[in-house]
């Protein structure tokens, strides 16, 4: 079994619709450690020591955050800036990551189809995702494929919710017990309900 | 009126030109009063002027005293310290009665005698002591707060004392009965003491307590519920000395009232003053009264100081010198051992010592209630009179003893009362208590050099502890701020506990030294607006921020997200900033709250915004609150949506 670390990132939790369903569905997942950053960080005085023992601790790390801005909610930035410490996590001696994994789980308020060229959005999400890939590869992180739920302001009209719900709570539970095979993420490669892989047996 | 005049003259030049001196020396207001007083007694003398009379007309500034001591004392203080009141002040009285009398015996008194005598000098001075404490800024500490305790104790034991002393009378005396009734006009009219009671005399045992209870109830409920219709109908006049006109009636009408049912005038104001510590008019009241308790007790002591009678005294100046330092020896010996009983420690112990350790004016009052009952013959009386006036003008001399001596030795250096400053920081802290020490340790942490003003020795003593630098004295006084290095500072932190020295510090450097940063606490919000009319502009309410953070918690503890609650309070303190920032600059200190119709109007605008905003309409902060992170709606179309924020 693998340790799952996740970090759920929404500074608006009581207007969220899809996220908060998420994130009560994965308290449900036994086994791993559930992290709500602006519950345990309200005014943002990240504990950099508590956070690093926590990523030793673990060797999956999922950040789930509604996509603002082409970006992270900001917490997640400033978690960024001070956890992942030249030393610990890159550079010189930087060691302590390596080999772990890094799962995105992403909302994003656009449909699938803006999210390309062609679209309104003109870039494929994972365009908007880049940094959170290269800080994976800086610290020796494997970037598994990200996975998403696009046009989420209207999930819950569509009852799309659910499924998604259920969705990433298989997701998670297949990453627990090590059930995927080639999550490895390449090129602009995103993973959503549809395309969610089946889990192996052992 | 002539002579009134000629003697309001001599008396007022005689206390301006003495008390500055004695307080330039350090001796303090109280001994400049007493040489004042002896200063002109021959020339009282000369007038035929009948100080005695005068000085029971002076003495009504300690009921004045007494009624301003009660406002600043909650009825919930009160209550707290009975246990202290009474045993602390029952011991006192008792064992030092009982010492006295003793010694009387031995000196060969008759028991009764003896006894009369133990009970008049086991009083203290509540007018010197209280004055002295005040003028010190002694009283909040843990000495004063003790002798205060015992002095109020005292007040309360004049009434049975006045009860016992008839029962003492001796026949041998009765003769003298012509004598007697010269002396009997002293207690009589006196204001301070018991009088005789006239009317309640005739009535029956029952009826004259029922009587005493109904006058302390009338005084409880005409202080809780009246004062407040009568000080809105007299502010309709808008005429200032009405306040005052009022504020004298009231304590007069108490005394009066005490007076008559045969209680303690003192006592009666105290109880007025406590029922009305809560009142919104308290500090008009202390106001209006301070300068006349000012001026009665310096008038009193000036008495107490002309009617030493020097022939006397030199015809017996071993003996009665002899006797007065017998009596503070014996006093401060039976006060010591009380200190190490009631764990009353440092130099606050040598303060509660040395400051009750002489006769008090109580002691006049008895006296003279004593020779009018035949308990203690003129002669033994007048003697003893001058033992209470001589250790009255030796207090002040304890009280310096106190301060050279014994509060040195228990913080440590040899210094004077205020020590010389040799450090001069880049912040000056007046005051290091609970709040003033936070500043000070957040600041040395960060590597800053402070200079800490403080006059509680038990503060110092844990600050030196620390190896911090601190000094004693009195923060408000210019020249001590003056010594810390007030010229050089960047920043003064006014940390005391006191309001309205607090105001007179923040004004006082604001006017003077302009480029010194001021930082104050302040107590509430009135004290905002004043520190802000003082020229203040970086106050900070004392326990608004531990307030709010009650209620952060109190938000977590109902549910709310962590983050919401953080952003809730801090939307509430940027309200709360927002509105006493305005209200601030429409207070105005010379007008009364509810007289200022602008600040009225904007306050109560500023009420319904917030009202508004905790209903959940936008405005104010919980509109601010909830804007960053609600989902945009789609009423111009789902792209519009989308654009504007892209998660969910």
């Known amino acids: ?202 | 009126m002539d002579g009134f005049l000629l003697l309001a003259f001599i008396f007022l030049v005689a206390g301006v030109a003495a008390v500055p001196i004695a307080s330039r020396l350090g001796l303090g207001s109280v001994l400049g009063y007493l040489i004042a007083g002896i200063a002109i007694s021959p020339l009282l003398a000369a007038l035929h002027v009948d100080v005695i009379s005068l000085q029971h007309f002076a003495e009504f500034g300690v009921v004045m005293m007494l009624f301003l001591v009660g406002l600043e004392l909650e009825p919930r203080m009160l209550w707290a310290m009975k246990a202290k009141l009474l045993g602390l002040g029952g011991l006192q009285v008792g064992l030092t009665a009982l010492a006295v009398m003793g010694v009387a015996l031995m000196l060969g008194q008759p028991w009764t005698i003896a006894l009369a005598i133990g009970l008049i000098f086991a009083l203290s001075s509540t007018a010197i002591v209280l004055q002295t404490l005040g003028e010190k800024g002694l009283l909040k500490s843990d000495g004063g707060q003790s002798s205060f305790q015992v002095l109020l104790f005292q007040d309360i034991a004049v009434i049975p004392m006045l009860a016992l002393i008839p029962l003492l009378a001796i026949p041998e005396l009765m003769d003298a009965a012509g004598h007697a009734a010269d002396a009997a006009h002293g207690a009589g009219e006196d204001a301070h003491g018991p009088a005789a009671p006239g009317f309640v005399d005739a009535l029956e045992g029952w009826q004259r307590a029922l009587v005493t209870v109904a006058a302390i109830a009338a005084v409880i409920v005409g202080g809780s519920y009246l004062t407040r219709p009568v000080f809105r109908f007299i502010a309709m006049a808008k005429l200032r000395e009405l306040f005052t006109a009022t504020a004298l009636l009231i304590v007069i009408a108490i005394a009066l009232l005490m007076t008559f049912v045969g209680l303690s005038p003192a006592l009666g104001t105290f109880l007025a003053g406590v029922v009305l510590a809560n009142s919104e008019y308290r500090h008009e009241l202390e106001s209006d009264i301070d300068p006349f308790k000012g001026l009665l007790l310096g008038l009193f002591f000036m008495t107490v100081g002309a009617g030493i009678d020097f022939g006397l005294l030199f015809g017996n100046i071993l003996g009665i010198l002899a006797l007065t330092l017998g009596l503070i020896a014996l006093k401060t010996a039976i006060l010591l051992g009380l200190a190490y009983l009631f764990r009353i420690e440092g130099a606050d112990r040598w303060l509660f010592a040395l400051g009750l350790a002489q006769a008090g004016e109580f002691g006049f009052v008895l006296l003279s209630f004593s020779v009018a009952n035949e308990v203690l013959p003129p002669a033994l009386a007048d003697q003893l009179l001058l033992v209470v006036a001589l250790s009255m003008l030796l207090t002040p001399v304890l009280f310096i003893a106190y301060e050279r001596l014994a509060v040195p030795r228990y913080t440590g250096e040899a210094e004077r009362e205020a020590d010389e400053i040799d450090e001069e920081g880049e912040v000056i802290i007046a005051g290091h208590g609970r709040w003033g020490g936070i500043v000070n340790r957040m600041l040395r942490s960060a590597g800053y050099k402070t200079v800490v003003v403080d006059y509680n020795s038990a503060h110092l003593e844990m600050i030196r502890a620390f190896g911090f630098k601190a000094f004693y004295g009195d923060a408000s006084r210019p020249d001590l701020l003056h010594a810390a290095g007030i010229e050089k500072a960047k920043m003064l932190v006014v940390a005391i506990d006191e309001k309205d020295q607090i105001t007179e510090i923040v004004r006082y450097v604001v006017q003077h030294y302009p480029h010194v940063h001021v930082i104050a606490r302040a107590k509430d919000r009135n004290h905002v607006y004043e520190l802000y009319a003082a020229g203040c502009r970086d106050i900070i309410r004392e326990l608004f921020d531990s307030g709010v953070r009650a209620g952060r918690s109190a938000f977590e503890a109902l549910g709310l997200h962590p983050f919401e609650a953080d952003r809730m309070a801090r939307g509430f303190v940027r309200q709360d900033q927002h509105a006493i920032a305005e209200l601030a600059r429409l207070y105005d200190p010379e007008t009364p709250i509810h007289r200022n119709s602008a600040y009225v109007e904007r306050a109560k605008e500023l009420m319904e915004e917030q009202e508004a905003a905790m209903r959940g309409s936008a405005g104010a902060f919980g509109g601010r609150v909830e804007r960053g992170w609600v989902p945009p709606v789609g009423r111009e179309g789902e792209a519009e949506e989308e654009r504007a924020r892209s998660g969910s």
């Open chain 1, 1 to 202: 079994m693998a340790r799952l670390l996740l970090y759920y990132a929404h500074p608006g939790h009581r207007f969220s619709h899809v996220n908060a369903e998420m994130l009560a569905a994965a308290r449900r997942v036994e086994g791993i450690t559930v992290v709500d950053l602006y519950a345990e960080y309200p005014r943002h005085d990240i504990d950099i020591d508590r956070e690093q023992k926590r990523l030793l601790d673990h060797d999956i790390v999922v950040f789930q955050f509604p996509l603002f801005w082409y970006s992270t909610p900001s917490l997640i930035k400033e978690w960024q800036d001070l956890v992942l410490e030249h030393g610990f996590a890159y550079g010189k001696d930087g060691t302590a990551l390596e080999g772990k994994k890094m799962q995105l789980v992403v909302t994003a308020a656009g449909p699938a189809e803006a999210y390309a060229p062609d679209g309104y959005q003109n870039h494929h999400l994972r365009t908007f995702l880049r940094p959170l890939e290269q800080t994976a590869a800086l610290c020796k992180m494997e970037f598994l494929v990200p996975y998403v739920l696009y046009a989420s302001l209207r999930a819950p009209r569509e009852d799309r919710v659910a499924p998604h719900v259920a969705g990433y709570r298989r997701l998670l539970e297949g990453l627990r017990d090590d059930r995927f095979r080639g999550l490895l993420a390449a090129a602009d490669d995103v993973m959503t309900l549809d395309t969610l892989p089946a889990l192996v047996e052992h």
